[in-house]
């Protein structure tokens, strides 16, 4: 009996430990159209020790303008060296691929590895997709991560909601 519940409990937790490792998207909800917003790349460790990240991701350059990527406080807070390069520039249009390492040791808690900013372009739903991920440990060793997939960004069409005087709201009815 006693072997069959830890038969279950193997099965049962066994595929989510091994999922627990994953890049993903942070947050997924909608925005106004022309608005400037960031989202999150996080890095779920689950206590391994990593080292570097490298990822490529796609999204619809048609709805969404990349302004800029920046390094996350996964980094900036780990008070360690580190390495982040953006090659989005060298990538086509619609593309996001970054490279960073920890540059004297390794990071094993869960955090903010990156910070996409981005401006809505046009009312739509842009997919955000991961086409490759490379999470090193200390020797060079690949680290099998997950990656989120799903992740979708929205612009809604909305009511500007930036503060404007009495005599900007007449004009609009003049």
Not at 17 to 27: K, T, V, Y
Not at 29 to 40: G, I, K, R
Not at 94 to 108: E, K, M, Q, R
């Given at each position: 009996?006693?072997?069959?519940?830890?038969?279950?409990?193997?099965?049962?937790?066994?595929p989510?430990?091994a999922?627990a490792?994953?890049?993903?998207?942070?947050p997924?909800?909608?925005?106004?159209?022309?608005?400037?917003?960031?989202?999150?790349?996080?890095?779920?460790c689950?206590?391994?020790?990593v080292?570097g990240v490298?990822?490529n991701?796609?999204?619809?350059?048609?709805?969404?303008?990349?302004?800029?990527v920046?390094p996350?406080p996964?980094f900036t807070?780990?008070?360690?060296d580190f390495?982040f390069f953006?090659?989005?520039?060298?990538?086509?249009?619609?593309?996001?691929?970054?490279?960073?390492s920890?540059?004297?040791?390794?990071?094993?808690q869960?955090?903010v590895f990156?910070?996409?900013?981005?401006?809505?372009?046009?009312?739509?739903?842009?997919?955000?997709d991961?086409t490759?991920?490379d999470?090193?440990?200390e020797n060079?060793g690949?680290?099998?991560?997950?990656?989120?997939?799903g992740n979708?960004i929205?612009l809604?069409p909305?009511?500007?909601v930036r503060?404007?005087r009495?005599?900007h709201?007449?004009?609009?009815?003049?």
């Amino acid at each position: 009996m006693v072997a069959c519940l830890l038969m279950l409990f193997v099965f049962i937790l066994g595929p989510s430990l091994a999922d627990a490792q994953q890049l993903a998207m942070n947050p997924q909800h909608a925005y106004p159209v022309d608005w400037n917003f960031t989202v999150e790349l996080t890095l779920e460790c689950a206590g391994q020790a990593v080292k570097g990240v490298e990822t490529n991701l796609t999204f619809d350059s048609s709805i969404l303008q990349l302004d800029d990527v920046t390094p996350g406080p996964w980094f900036t807070g780990s008070g360690q060296d580190f390495f982040f390069f953006d090659y989005t520039d060298l990538e086509p249009q619609g593309n996001i691929h970054v490279a960073s390492s920890v540059l004297d040791g390794t990071l094993d808690q869960d955090g903010v590895f990156a910070v996409l900013h981005f401006t809505g372009l046009v009312p739509g739903t842009s997919p955000v997709d991961f086409t490759e991920v490379d999470v090193r440990d200390e020797n060079n060793g690949v680290l099998v991560f997950g990656r989120s997939i799903g992740n979708l960004i929205t612009l809604d069409p909305a009511i500007d909601v930036r503060p404007y005087r009495f005599g900007h709201l007449k004009a609009v009815y003049r």
